[in-house]
């Protein structure tokens, strides 16, 4: 919907494993976006990347790791290192132009015991 | 780097009532600030948007208004209804790259 996808929409792993976040995008938009929300929080923002073969490190990046090998996708892979993996993480893009607004995918729920 | 506050964390208004969202930002050079509602288990949409060479821009019901002297922009949204019943984030980007920071959000309860 709204040309992002993400998958799952809910996801249960054990305490330990890696987890893959899957998110595809087919706007042509440059930059993508991986945010996690917590409650009271708002959205902190984990990674992001303006092209290709390039990303950047958010506010809360420890735990987590990106690629971005393909301009439409931008999979997140939350580590057994991030202590508190347990969030409803979201995926956005926006075009790569100066005060554009993110679209957003409609999230993954990540429950980790 | 930016840091966005907001406030207040939950308003409960009455319907046809108006309700007004503060934020605050710290960095001066930012110049975009953009308004998203997020309803109950979705993705965040954004509602307005209004850029630093603006002091006020209106959408309907919806207006945002932007003071860069107090680096401060609030969110107005009159005759209220109950599908405005949301979390309203508000965020900030800064002068450099695209990386937008958000409010902790608003929870906006709107009574019959």
């Known amino acids: 919907d709204g040309g992002i996808t993400q998958s799952p929409k809910y996801l249960f792993r054990k305490e330990g494993q890696n987890v893959t976040l899957s998110c595809e995008q087919n706007l042509n938009h440059d930059a993508m976006y991986w945010y996690r929300q917590d409650p009271g929080q708002g959205l902190r923002l984990i990674y992001y990347?303006?092209?290709?073969?390039?990303?950047q490190k958010g506010d809360i990046a420890e735990g987590y790791s990106v690629s971005r090998e393909k301009k439409e996708s931008f999979p997140l892979t939350v580590t057994s290192a991030q202590k508190n993996p347990t969030a409803f993480y979201l995926c956005a893009s926006s075009p790569d132009r100066a005060n554009s607004p993110l679209h957003f995918g409609n999230g993954t729920r990540l429950t980790v015991t | 780097g930016e840091n966005v506050e907001q406030h207040p964390s939950t308003l409960s208004v009455q319907e046809g009532d108006s309700a007004v969202i503060k934020c605050t930002y710290s960095d001066s050079a930012s110049n975009y600030f953009p308004w998203y509602k997020q309803e109950l288990g979705k993705r965040p949409q954004l509602i307005i948007d209004i850029r630093s060479n603006v002091g006020e821009k209106k959408d309907q019901r919806i207006a945002v208004t932007l003071n860069k002297t107090a680096k401060h922009f609030s969110l107005h949204i009159t005759e209220t209804q109950p599908e405005d019943s949301a979390v309203y984030f508000c965020?900030?980007?800064?002068?450099?790259?695209?990386?937008?920071?958000f409010g902790t959000g608003t929870q906006l309860k709107v009574e019959l």
């Open positions: 990347s303006q092209i290709v073969n390039d990303f």
């Open positions: 965020a900030a980007k800064g002068g450099g790259g695209n990386k937008l920071t």
